[in-house]
T-cell receptor
Framework: GNSVTQMEGPVTLSEEAFLTINCTYT??????LFWYVQYPGEGLQLLLK?????DKGSNKGFEATYRKETTSFHLEKGSVQVSDSAVYFC?????????????FGAGTQVVVTP | EAQVTQNPRYLITVTGKKLTVTCSQN?????MSWYRQDPGLGLRQIYY???????DKGDVPEGYKVSRKEKRNFPLILESPSPNQTSLYFC?????????????FGPGTRLTVL
């Protein structure tokens, strides 16, 4: 079946540090890939997405590239801020058997200190 | 403002006492679903609905019921709650079931079953 594996947290960084969160997936065909972010006490919101191989999603200084050959969708940001402290979820959705379902990874908590 | 609302936000109840968590969206979305979030497991889909009167089981449907009588509303019903249903619940909606669509999440309902 489909699955998503992402690095465990918490990841603790200083402000302006470089952030990478690894995400790999298992799925047949060409799933759509997403990063959702959950700020404290809030619901999830879409951070970025990519729908085909080699696509790069970007938003708010975050980037992730859909790598079919390594089945990965790693999230990166060059200079984090305290306001980036949140839980980040990698997720996939397949058109043919998921019926709109998002398959989530376990989530990675990121803590940015001043 | 486009949004998904859930009520209540917090609920403490006892084993066996029926409860309903409401979900409503104002975006005229066809697709709605319920997820539960548990530590280390990410979010898992409970039930989904592709349109009015069309619902189906997700990955963890046991102990839950849903209905979709109106397009905007998708309540989650726990007929006889048990402690293993203590969790954080999210309602989500999207335009339709296409895999590349963004899903919009409600703020969450934290349920404790004693």
């Amino acid at each position: 079946g489909n699955s998503v594996t992402q690095m465990e947290g918490p990841v603790t960084l200083s402000e302006e540090a470089f952030l990478t969160i690894n995400c790999t997936y298992t799925a047949t065909g060409y799933p759509s890939l997403f990063w959702y972010v959950q700020y404290p006490g809030e619901g999830l919101q879409l951070l970025l997405k990519a729908t085909k191989a080699d696509d790069k999603g970007s938003n708010k200084g975050f980037e992730a590239t859909y790598r079919k050959e390594t089945t990965s969708f790693h999230l990166e940001k060059g200079s984090v801020q305290v306001s980036d402290s949140a839980v980040y979820f990698c997720a996939l959705s397949r058109a043919t058997d998921s019926w709109g379902k998002l398959q989530f990874g376990a989530g990675t908590q990121v803590v940015v200190t001043p | 403002e486009a949004q998904v609302t859930q009520n209540p936000r917090y609920l403490i109840t006892v084993t066996g006492k029926k409860l309903t968590v409401t979900c409503s969206q104002n975006m005229n979305h066809e697709y709605m679903s319920w997820y539960r979030q548990d530590p280390g497991l990410g979010l898992r889909q409970i039930y989904y609905s592709m349109n009015v009167e069309v619902t189906d089981k997700g990955d963890v449907p046991e102990g839950y019921k849903v209905s979709r009588k109106e397009k905007r509303n998708f309540p989650l019903i726990l007929e006889s709650p048990s402690p293993n249903q203590t969790s954080l619940y999210f309602c989500a909606s999207s335009m339709n079931r296409d895999a590349y669509n963004e899903q919009f999440f409600g703020p969450g309902t934290r349920l404790t079953v004693l």
